[in-house]
């Protein structure tokens, strides 16, 4: 597994969740196999993200989606997210 993790500053956090349930679908579509959300623990609005895929092109395929950056503009995030991968070595 590969994991993308996304970290970015929403405007509204229980607006933002909403949003994120709501498109499960569509991620499941670009092969998000699992994830968690996570909140900074000093503001509610930061959030992190950790998307599990099998493939590293399905993860340039979600970031570079024009539907998944209309989604999450819609979504109410800040800002431009940071994203970076990572794989486990154990």
């Not at 229980?14 to 996570?38: I, N, P, T």
């Not at 909140?39 to 992190?48: A, E, K």
């Not at 024009?66 to 794989?87: H, L, M, R």
Request: aromatic share 12%; net charge negative; glycine share 4%.
């Amino acid at each position: 597994m590969i994991q993308l993790v996304v970290r970015h500053q929403v405007a509204d956090f229980e607006k933002w969740h909403g949003f994120f349930k709501r498109f499960a679908a569509m991620r499941a579509r670009y092969g998000v196999r699992s994830e968690q959300v996570f909140q900074s623990t000093d503001d509610p609005c930061n959030v992190t993200l950790i998307h599990s895929f099998d493939r590293l092109e399905d993860i340039q395929a979600i970031v570079t989606s024009p539907e998944i950056q209309a989604a999450i503009a819609e979504a109410g995030v800040v800002g431009a997210p940071s994203f970076w991968t990572v794989k486990s070595v154990d």
